[in-house]
C-alpha cells in the first residue's frame, strides 16, 4: 500500500483531489514531509524531504500533520479484513515508520484456487482495495522476499523461476541497508541479476559481518526459509461464505449461520474436536468487520444447538452498509471422538444440562449463571464460592451445615435490644421492622481468618433468632466488649432460615 | 407433594406444640389432606410476608435430589431477601441465575422447564412484574407438564393476579415446634399453608411441619386460629 497515509487522510478531509497537500512528521531540525498528495509530488515535494526545502519550490504548499498512529491502526484494520482471502495474514515491517515500506503479507498455499486463480485472486484484492480508496501493489511470488520485491518494483505474478523475475530488479529490492545498497552500487553490481552472478564466497568475505547480502539473496531465492509470523500450525476449523452482492439485510447473519453450520460442523466431524467458543466474522464492503462468539460449557458440534446458540447474536450483528462476506471459525475446540447417544433424538442428562447452561449464559452473560463452588472458609460470604456454571461443568457436592438457606450479601446492620450485652438478644429492628425474638439458639462463634483478614477484624457469635410470628433469622455479633479491637459490639443479620 | 400425602401425620395441638404423633385415620374426610398435584406442574407459592424465607425450607423438601436443580432469582429478590446460599441447601447440585429482570427471569425459567434433566425450576420474583403476565404462567405451566419437570414460581410481595399455575399456595412461616433437646431453642420448621387455587381440588388450609424427612399436620388450639386467619390474610 504505497499511499496510505495520504490516501486516508484525504477520506477524511475536504480538500480537493488536485490540492498540493504534504502530511509532515516533526523531525529533529523541523517538520518533515510524511506524504504528499499526487498534486504536491508534482510541484517538487518528496517524502522525506524537509518542509521547508519543498516550501521552497513552491510556497502554495499546505502542510497538515501526519497520523502515524492512526495509519497503523488502519493497517492493522486492513490486515484482520485480508483475513478473508487468506487465514494466515502478517503486517510487514512497522507501516508507521515510513510510507511505502508498509504492507501485508498473506500466505496463499493452496488458497488461490477458491478465488478462480492466482490472477482472480490479484484481480479481487485490488479491486476490493481500491473501493475502500486505497492503492495497492500485489504480487505473488514463492519466497516472501521475491514477493516484497515485485510488490514494491514490478507488481505481478511470479511463477517458479523467480532468479529470472527478481533478476532486473535493482538491489535496494532485496531490502538491504542504504550504506551495503550504496556499497554494491559503487562495485557496479546494479541488479539483483548481477549480485547472483558474482561466485558466493567472494560476496560472502566481502560482506562478513554486515547486513548479510547472502542472506538477503538466498531468503528472495528461497535457499533459506522465511517463515511469516502469524503462522499457526494447525489453524482452526474455518466455513467462508462470499455473497455476490453485499447484503444489508438484519437478517443476513442469521441466513448466513444457517450456510456456514453445516460445513463447520462437518470439518469438525473430520478432525475430531468440538467447539468450546465459536465467532463469526462479517467483513464489510467498507473493510471493516463485525465480531461476535459464543462458548459452550462442553465441546460440541450438534448443528441445532450451535445454530441455537448463535441465532440471536447473529442477527445482532450491523451490517451498516452491507456484509459480502462471512466466516465462522471455531477458536477454541476440545477433542470429541465420534459417539451416538442414542437411537432416537434424546441427549443424555449431562449433554443437556450443559446446553441449557449455554443457552443461558449466552443470553445473560457467564456472571449471572453460576454453580457453587467449595471454599474452604467457615466465614459465610467466603464459604458459598460462585463459579460460572460454564467453567465448572462437573457437580459438586456442597457439604451440607446448619446454616440458612439464604444469605444477604451484604450484612445489614440492625439494632439489637438485649438484656446483658454478653446475653442472649430479646429484640432487634430490621428494615424499619420491630422482630420481637421468641426463641434463639447460639451463639455460634466463627473466628476471624487471621492469615488474610487484618488484624482487627473481629469475631462474629451467630445466632439462629425466631421471631413471634415464626420466621427466623440469622444475626450476628460483631466483636466482644473489652476484645481491644473497637468500640462496642455492632450487630447484624447475615442470613434467613427456610 | 405426594411425599406429603405419604407422611400426612396429626400432631396433637397442645400449649407446647408437642410432637405426638398420630397416624391420620384413613377414613377422615378429603378437606383434611394435603393435596398432590396429578403430575409436574407449574405450581404458584406467595409468600405472606416478603422478607420470610420459610417457604424453602417447604418447597425444599419436595423436590429430589437426583437432579440439579435451577434456582432463579430477579435482582430485586435477592437485594430484598437475599441470595440463597449453598451449605444451606441440603447438598443438592444446583444452577443458579441471576436474572436482571422479571423478563429475563422468565425466559431462564421457560428454557429450564424445557430440559428434563433438572429435578425442578424455582423462579422467585420481586413484586408483580408486568412480564409476568397469564400467558407467561400458562406457557410455564404447558412446558412443565411437557417435560415432567415440576416448576416453583414464588412470588414475594406480590398481588395474588390472574395466572395459569395449576396451583396457587399462600404461605407463612408458623412458630416452630417444640425442640426437645433445648426449650428455648428453634425446633424443627412449621408453616400455615394455604391453597387457595388449585384444578381439581377444592380450596383448604393446613398447618404443617417437616421433621424427619417427613411433613406432619399440625393441629391447631383453639385460641390461635384467629391468629392464623389474620396472619394468612395480611
Known sequence: MPNLAIERWAKSADYGPDAPVVLTLEGPHGPIIHAVTKAAAERGARTGARLTDARALDPALTAMPGDPAADGALVERLAKWAGRWSPLVEIDGDPSALPGTGGLRLDVTGVAHLFGGEQELVRDIRRRFAKTGLTSRVAIAPTAAAAWALSHHAPCICGPDVAARIGPLHVSALRLDPDIVRTLERLGLKTVAALISVPRLALARRFRGAEDVVEALDRALGRKPEPLTAVGADPPPRALLKLEEPATHPEAGRQALERLIPPLVRELEGRRLGARRLSLSGYRVDGSVAVTSVATAIPSREPKHLQRLFADKAAALDPEFGFDAFALTADWTEDLGAAQESLVEEPSGTRELARLVDRLTVKLGPRAVRRPQVVESHLPERASGWVSALANAEPIAIPSMQRPQRLLDRPEAIDVIYATPEGMPRRFMWRRAVHDIARVEGPERIAPEWWRQPSSARLRDYYRAEDADGRRYWIYREGLIGDGRGGLPAWFIHGLFG | ?234
Do not use: Y
Open chain 2, 1 to 234: 407433594m405426594s411425599r406429603v400425602a405419604a407422611g400426612l401425620a396429626l400432631v396433637a395441638g397442645d400449649e407446647s406444640r408437642s410432637a405426638k404423633i398420630h397416624q391420620l385415620p384413613s377414613g377422615l374426610g378429603e378437606r383434611w389432606r394435603v393435596p398432590a398435584p396429578p403430575g409436574p406442574t407449574l405450581s404458584e407459592l406467595f409468600s405472606v410476608h416478603p422478607r420470610d424465607g420459610g417457604w424453602a425450607g417447604f418447597l425444599l423438601a419436595q423436590v429430589a435430589a437426583d437432579k440439579p436443580l435451577l434456582w432463579v432469582q430477579d435482582r430485586m429478590a435477592i437485594l430484598e431477601s437475599g441470595r440463597i446460599h449453598p451449605p444451606g441447601l441440603a447438598a443438592r447440585d444446583l444452577i443458579h441465575v441471576e436474572a436482571r429482570d422479571a423478563r429475563d427471569a422468565l425466559w431462564a425459567m421457560e428454557e429450564g422447564v424445557r430440559c428434563s434433566c433438572l429435578s425442578a425450576v424455582v423462579g422467585e420474583l420481586w413484586g408483580d412484574p408486568k412480564a409476568l403476565d397469564f400467558i407467561a404462567t400458562r406457557r410455564l405451566a404447558v412446558a412443565s407438564e411437557r417435560s415432567g419437570t415440576p416448576c416453583w414460581l414464588v412470588r414475594l410481595g406480590g398481588q395474588t393476579n390472574l395466572s395459569g399455575a395449576r396451583m396457587r399456595w399462600r404461605i407463612a412461616s408458623a412458630p416452630s415446634l417444640l425442640n426437645h433437646l433445648d426449650p428455648r431453642s428453634p425446633g424443627a420448621s412449621a408453616w400455615d399453608l394455604e391453597l387457595f387455587r388449585a384444578r381439581g381440588h377444592p380450596p383448604g388450609r393446613w398447618s404443617i411441619a417437616h421433621e424427619a424427612d417427613r411433613f406432619h399436620l399440625v393441629a391447631e388450639s383453639g385460641d390461635r386460629a384467629l391468629g392464623q386467619e389474620r396472619r394468612l390474610r395480611a
